[in-house]
């Protein structure tokens, strides 16, 4: 999918590996270099805070 957007950005490229494939992904991601993984861990840390930040509040209007 990346590659079909053309989205060249190695940053960018490497957050919506993490936010897609959480754990496996930065494992894979963080052979290639430091940036790398550092993205990947903050991303992985954001979207678990995100997460429990509004989980509470989208079951609560669900119900």
């Known amino acids: 999918m990346l ?7 190695r940053v960018a490229r490497e957050l ?3 936010v897609t494939s959480h ?3 930065t ?3 963080i052979l290639n270099d430091e940036l790398s993984g ?9 979207n678990g805070v995100f997460t429990s930040l509004i989980l509470p509040y ?6």
């Open 3 to 9: 590659n079909a957007f053309k989205i060249k950005n």
């Open 23 to 25: 754990g496996l992904g």
């Open 38 to 46: 550092a993205v990947s861990s903050l991303a992985m840390a954001l």
């Open 27 to 29: 494992a894979r991601i």
């Open 16 to 18: 919506a590996m993490e």
């Open 58 to 63: 989208l079951i609560e209007l669900l119900q």
